[in-house]
């Protein structure tokens, strides 16, 4: 089917990543920034070129749009989804993409900052791509793999389907979402107008990956309220909540329940991020777990360490607010069989060896599971994401889009 196909995702990987599109946790707009859009209206226009007419981005910053069925059948209606903007981790601005071609298995040194070298005892995956084609940023940047190398899949995907009108296929929807990385992807998407059955996020890593499964996550804010006094009077009266703060978090676990001593299927509690003044103090957590009532654990012990610091300032008080952020997608998947199912069976037609996958994180298919479009987390390829080593093969984006067509056929062969 593809032997006499020009892929195109590579070609488009290397132009989106050149847009900078990072999101901002701070911000209370709607995309986050701004400059999402940019990315936006060039998806747009693209996919209006291949001849999807309905393609368009609305104004919170989401792209739709539909490949038309070309059987006749009644199958389930498709979405394939990406996210658009990159991680506050890393500058993804001027981002300059290097393509590596036939890579030998030697050591990568990026030439704007000799510093960043990609290592293969640091990244064994890169063993398996000797011949490959790889694409680096230049090493003061990310490369933005995360999720434009998802966007450049799918867009390819389309392209293929609309020059091949004898593959046989359902409806398919396409989803490109803003703010992903700040937790915000699916906050004002409209799923009825999207109007498909199940869908897929392009998102993951290894070629041949599936995952099924991600993080129940919470966020816990604590707020110390302490007691001010001017500090030239302030003997056996100031109560610094700054300090309390502190105390906090070095009575947190430091070799469990923490990201850099936990992998697996175990969960964590981990502080990111502390902003206050010796009257007050706020301290934000995330709650991770595989198993939702484990969340619920770890926010007790949370709170009884709290507690326990706190009872040497019974004049200092304490907020603590949970919100839930997402749940596990396998509560949703395990009832929703076929649509994993049909993900394996696309990954093997590939010619690629199936890798089930537990996703330490989150993806926009966590909450669109639960707000009723069960949709695992197919490859897309990406490796050392949100770091200034991030690299992807190119014949492993190629799969990708092979795995995709594949997926389409599948659900429409089993109708």
């Not at 999807?52 to 389930?76: C, F, N, Q, R, S």
């Not at 290097?98 to 704007?112: R, V």
């Not at 069976?345 to 069960?374: C, H, N, V, W, Y």
């Amino acid at each position: 089917m593809f032997q006499q196909y020009s892929f195109t995702a590579a070609e488009r990987f290397l132009r989106y990543v050149q847009i900078d599109t990072q999101s901002d946790p701070q911000s209370n707009t709607f995309p986050t920034t701004e400059k999402q859009k940019d990315l936006g209206r060039i998806l747009v226009a693209e996919l209006q070129q291949i001849g999807l007419e309905d393609a368009h981005m609305d104004e919170w910053g989401y792209v739709y749009a539909t490949i038309p069925a070309t059987t006749e059948k009644t199958v389930p209606v498709i979405c394939f989804c990406a996210h658009m903007d990159t991680a506050p981790d890393c500058s993804g601005t001027n981002v300059k993409p290097i393509l590596h071609k036939n890579y030998q298995g030697h050591d990568i040194i990026l030439p704007d900052d000799t510093t960043q070298v990609l290592r293969v005892g640091e990244y064994p995956y890169l063993l398996k791509l000797t011949g490959h084609d790889i694409i680096t940023a230049s090493g003061s940047t990310l490369l933005g793999s995360d999720d434009k190398a998802g966007v450049a899949e799918i867009m390819d995907a389309a392209h293929f389907l609309m020059t091949h009108p004898e593959v046989k296929h359902g409806t398919i929807k396409l989803l490109f979402t803003p703010d992903e990385e700040v937790g915000k992807g699916t906050a004002k998407v409209d799923l009825k107008k999207l109007g498909a059955d199940f869908g897929y996020t392009l998102d993951g890593g290894d070629a041949g990956s599936l995952e099924d499964e991600t993080f129940s996550a919470d966020g816990v804010q604590v707020v110390i309220h302490g007691v001010i006094a001017h500090p030239g009077y302030a003997k056996d009266k100031m109560i610094n909540a700054m300090k309390i703060a502190g105390e906090i978090l070095a009575a947190l676990p430091k070799d469990r329940l923490s990201p850099e001593s936990t992998d697996g299927k175990r969960g964590f509690i981990h502080p990111v991020r502390v902003e206050g003044i010796a009257e007050k103090c706020t301290i934000d957590f995330i709650i991770r777990d595989f198993e939702t009532g484990g969340l619920q654990k770890k926010e007790d012990y949370l709170r009884t360490q709290i507690e326990e610091r706190m009872r040497t300032y019974p004049k200092a008080s304490f907020e603590f607010t949970v919100t839930e952020q997402y749940r596990n997608m396998k509560e949703v998947l395990d009832v929703n069989t076929s649509v994993v199912d049909f993900a394996k069976e696309a990954i093997t037609r590939a010619g690629l060896t199936l890798k089930m996958e537990s996703i330490r994180g989150g993806t926009d298919g966590s909450r669109l599971s639960f707000m009723g479009l069960p949709c695992p987390n197919l490859f897309a390829g990406e490796q050392a994401i949100h770091s200034r080593l991030e690299f992807i093969s190119v014949q492993d984006m190629n799969k990708a889009v092979e795995t995709l067509v594949h997926l389409v056929c599948i659900c429409e062969e089993k109708s």
